[in-house]
Each structure stands twice: as structure tokens, then as C-alpha cells.
């Protein structure tokens, strides 16, 4: 007995040596030189994981044979099987680095588990950022499962490192991101598994993959809306529900469908819409087209029919001109990868004597009461005075049975553009960015 525990060590210690290679490698050879799975199948044991994530972590980021502020990052990465088959593909068009991965258990069919990966600054050297939390469709965090994640970026690759605990780990490769070094090129990929989600492709949209992610930001950075190109055009709404174990937020999801044959050049008019059920909504619209610059940003413009519009701003998309700036999270991965590292102090937009629209101080205004009050008002509307402040209404509808129902109010501020303001209720000032 004594005799296998010693073989199985030697046989887990020499997988770890084989990790640390290829963590190594992948800061020091350009991708397209390093095979597509370096290392598979049995994992480090729990007795190891402690020195070997140190270890890993230093390798993977002690060698820095070119300068990081010369990377040409890109704002995707993909992995093909052996047989061609997309299994992986890294996404950098969003607010956050999202790890796509695409699994499959005793069915034909694939279906999609999206990780989304947090960075290390502290960790992270040279071309090489280290992960330090992972969660699964945004939520689950699955860090536990992993002894190490780091990603080494080339001019035209990128090198995913991984190092699994084999405590955690159920099933094969079929179904699991296994220990492994896996080459990415740069580039989003031509298409994907087909999954039971995947939707007819409506157009192409080559020409706007380099807006993926565009983003506009409210409240100081809280994002709101984001745009993604794949097969379909999808604008991702974040909305308010005041629901704690969701974070007050849902996601919705429309898919846009432009008249590509009469948009001008530089200009996307929508003329159809699709929410998240599948339902088209277009008649909620009076005018819905995006304007793309050449620096980069994006004008949203939307014209609702109010005669079709049910509650506020927190769970609708309003009239107005939104700005939408370029992937916040391809710039933080920049700035991790650049030599002052994340000391730079970027930020995605400025808090400071911000101007907000009627529609952002009503958010403002519910993100400020909950805070204060761990109450979220699902409710807003707001009234414009002569000396251009904004009276804001927060309230709920309560049913009272019987078809009747009441408005419980929370509270009424009135503010400047700012936020800044009168508690016309409780008295005093309020200031709604704190």
C-alpha cells in the first residue's frame, strides 16, 4: 500500500512540474509555437495546491520578453478542438472578462456555461494576468475548483493556464475546463456550437465588431446598457427590480434587427425588436437607430411610445440620446497589463459634478434610498420645475385586494442635475451620488 501512495505522488508531482512548464512557456513562446492542450487528465492532489498556486502564479509571470505596453490586445480570443470544434473563446467586449466555454454530456447537442473571470492586479506581471475569482453564468463562484487561472497575451494569441483541483472535479473534458494550456487566437470566432439558445443569424456585422462592448455607465460607473455583435445584435439592459438577492438588478436582453439595405453608412436603424421571451416589442417603439463614430463611441437614440409604456425608468429603456463608450473591460485588462500596472487611477467615467438626465436622477434617487434605508422603491417619476431642479417621486403600488390598490410613497426629493438637493419630506439636504 505504502509502495502505490508513493507512485501516485511521484505520478502527481511530475503532472505539477508539467503544469509549471507549460504556465512558463506560455509567458515566453509566442502562441501559435505552443500545442493546443499541453497538459490533460489527472490533477494535482489537495496537499500540493497551496505551493504549487504560489509556485504557478510566479512562473507564469516572471518572464517579460517584450514590453506590455506594445501587446496589441484584441477584444476576443478563441480555442478549437483538435476536430475544429469551437470549445472556448474569451470575451473582452464587456464590462467584465468573460470566459465562453462550450460543454457537452451525453447529448450531441453543446450547451454554454459562461465564467466570468476576475483579475489579480497584484499578481499580475508582464503579459500575464492572474485570476483570482471565478463564477459561473455570473453568480456561482466556482473558484474553489481551480488551484490557478492565468492568461498570457501575445500580439495575436493569447495563452489560458489551468490548473484544476481534482477534489472538485465531476466528469471528463466533455463537460469540464480541465487542467491545461490552451492556445487562443486572437479574433472572435466564425461561429458556434449549436446550442438549443442559438438563433438564426440576421446580416453580418463584421464592420461593427470593434464596437463589442461599447457601454453606457450611470451613477458613477454602474453600468446600464452594452451592445454585443455575434450572429444577432443584442443591446443588454441591466434594470431594477429592488430585489436583494439579485442585487436590486435583472438582466434583459433585446435582440435588435437593423434595415441594413437603407441605413446610411455609419448608422444602424433598427426595425425590429425582440425582449428576452422572444416577443417582438418593435410598436413600443416610435425611433430606435445607433451612430457610430470614428472615435470610437456610440449614439444610442431611442423614441418610445408612451401610449405602450408600463412603469419608470428603472425597468425601461426611456427617450433619449445615450453615449456609449468603448469595453471597459478590454481597458482593464490593458491597464493591468501595462508597466505602472493598475496604479494609473483610470476610470471609466468622471462622478464629479456630473449633469444626470430626469431619467439617471431617478435612478440615483432609488440607488440613494436603498443605501440609506435598505429599501428599494420600485417606483420613480419625476416633475421639472421653472428654476430647472427636478422633483422626484419615489414610491410602490400596494394592492389591496379586490382590484384596489395604493401608492405608498417613500420619499419626494428635489434636486439640480447633479443630484444635489432638498429631502422635501424629511428636510435637509441630500446629495443623491452618496
Known amino acids: 500500500m505504502e509502495s502505490n501512495n508513493n507512485i501516485y505522488k511521484i505520478k502527481h508531482l511530475l503532472s505539477a512540474g508539467l503544469v509549471i512548464l507549460s504556465l512558463f512557456l506560455g509567458s515566453l513562446v509566442p502562441g501559435n509555437l505552443l500545442p493546443g492542450n499541453l497538459l490533460s487528465g489527472h490533477l494535482l492532489s489537495g496537499y500540493l495546491s497551496g ?4 509556485f504557478a502564479a510566479e512562473s507564469s509571470s516572471s518572464a517579460d520578453s517584450s514590453e506590455s505596453d506594445s501587446i496589441a490586445l484584441h477584444d476576443a480570443y478563441f480555442y478549437r478542438q483538435e476536430d475544429g470544434q469551437l470549445k472556448y473563446w474569451l470575451d473582452l467586449g464587456g464590462e467584465d472578462i468573460r470566459l465562453h466555454c462550450f460543454f457537452r454530456s451525453g447529448s450531441p447537442d453543446y450547451y454554454e456555461k459562461i465564467y466570468t473571470l476576475f483579475p489579480e492586479p497584484e499578481s499580475s506581471q508582464g503579459n500575464t494576468i492572474s485570476i483570482r475569482e471565478i463564477r ?65 443569424a440576421e446580416g453580418s456585422y463584421d464592420d461593427y465588431m470593434h464596437y463589442n462592448g461599447s ?6 460607473g454602474q453600468l446600464r446598457y452594452w451592445i454585443e455583435f455575434r450572429d444577432n445584435f443584442e443591446l443588454h439592459c441591466l434594470f431594477f427590480n429592488g430585489d436583494p438577492a439579485s442585487g436590486g438588478t435583472y438582466e434583459e436582453v433585446y435582440t435588435l434587427y437593423p ?48 401610449t405602450k409604456l408600463a412603469g419608470g425608468g428603472g425597468s425601461n ?67 421639472k420645475n421653472d428654476n430647472g431642479t427636478y422633483t ?28 444635489i438637493g432638498t429631502d422635501d419630506i424629511m428636510g435637509g439636504t441630500v446629495n443623491l451620488n452618496k
Open 51 to 54: 505551493s504549487l498556486q504560489a
Open 136 to 200: 459561473v453564468d455570473g453568480s456561482t463562484d466556482i473558484s474553489s475548483w481551480f488551484l490557478f487561472m492565468g492568461i498570457t497575451f501575445t500580439d495575436d494569441s493569447a495563452v489560458l493556464s489551468v490548473v484544476r483541483d481534482d477534489e472538485t472535479l465531476a466528469g471528463g473534458g466533455g463537460s469540464n475546463l480541465l487542467t491545461g494550456s490552451y492556445v487562443m487566437t486572437a479574433g472572435r470566432p466564425d461561429s458556434s456550437p449549436k446550442t438549443s439558445a442559438t438563433t438564426p
Open 259 to 306: 434595415d441594413l439595405d437603407n441605413s446610411p453608412a455609419q448608422e444602424l436603424i433598427i426595425k425590429s425588436v425582440a425582449n428576452g421571451q422572444g416577443t417582438d416589442i418593435t410598436d413600443s417603439f416610435r425611433k430606435f437607430r445607433f451612430l457610430f463614430s470614428s472615435n470610437d463611441s456610440v449614439v444610442m437614440e431611442v423614441e418610445r411610445d408612451t
Open 317 to 383: 429603456l426611456l427617450d433619449g440620446s445615450y453615449t456609449l463608450s468603448p469595453c471597459p473591460a478590454l481597458e482593464a485588462v490593458r491597464e493591468l497589463l501595462s508597466p505602472a500596472g493598475s496604479s494609473s487611477g483610470k476610470k471609466a467615467s468622471s462622478t464629479a459634478s456630473e449633469s444626470y438626465s430626469p431619467e439617471e436622477l431617478c435612478e440615483l434617487a432609488q440607488n440613494y434610498y436603498k443605501r440609506h434605508n435598505d429599501f428599494f422603491p420600485p417606483e420613480a417619476d419625476y416633475v
Open 392 to 419: 422626484i417621486h419615489l414610491y410602490e403600488i400596494v394592492d389591496d385586494g379586490d382590484g384596489m390598490g395604493h401608492t405608498a410613497t417613500s420619499a419626494w426629493y428635489t434636486v439640480d442635475t447633479s443630484g
Open 215 to 220: 457601454a453606457f455607465l450611470v451613477n458613477g
